[in-house]
């Protein structure tokens, strides 16, 4: 199983990009999908998460600092998870890194619960 991100970069605050993370291996449909960050000389930290809850509705998770900026969603195929990030901030410059387990989990929003990382894509926000 291999999770592999990509669409970090540059850019200036106020801005957007775009993560994905595409999941080989098996499809995820049942699984727990999830981004981290980890800036420079801190710990990672908990993004947003994506859960299914029941046939085609899931539930998501966002940390306070993103809420109502960042959106996580996958595809119909459930094999590729974004996140969508918007009106970026300096502080959201950080390593991306996208995380699956398999449901159910106590809480998404700690690392330790999660089975599979993907090899992190870095964001850089300029001011």
């Known amino acids: 199983v291999q999770l592999q991100a990509s669409g970090g970069g540059l850019v200036h605050a106020g801005g957007s990009l775009r993560l994905s993370c595409a999941a080989s291996?098996?499809?995820?449909?049942?699984?727990?999908m999830a981004w981290f960050r980890q800036a420079p000389g801190k710990e990672r930290e908990f993004v947003a998460a994506?859960?299914?809850?029941?046939?085609?509705?899931?539930?998501?998770d966002y940390a306070d600092s993103v809420e109502g900026r960042f959106t996580i969603s996958r595809d119909s195929a459930k094999t590729t998870v974004y996140l969508q990030m918007d009106s970026l901030k300096p502080e959201d410059t950080a390593v991306y890194y996208c995380?699956?387990?398999?449901?159910?989990?106590?809480?998404?929003?700690?690392?330790?619960?999660?089975?599979?990382w993907g090899q992190g894509t870095q964001v850089t926000v300029s001011s």
């Open positions: 995380a699956a387990v398999h449901a159910p989990t106590e809480d998404p929003t700690e690392a330790f619960e999660y089975e599979f």
């Open positions: 291996g098996r499809t995820f449909r049942n699984y727990v």
């Open positions: 994506n859960t299914r809850v029941y046939g085609s509705t899931y539930y998501t």
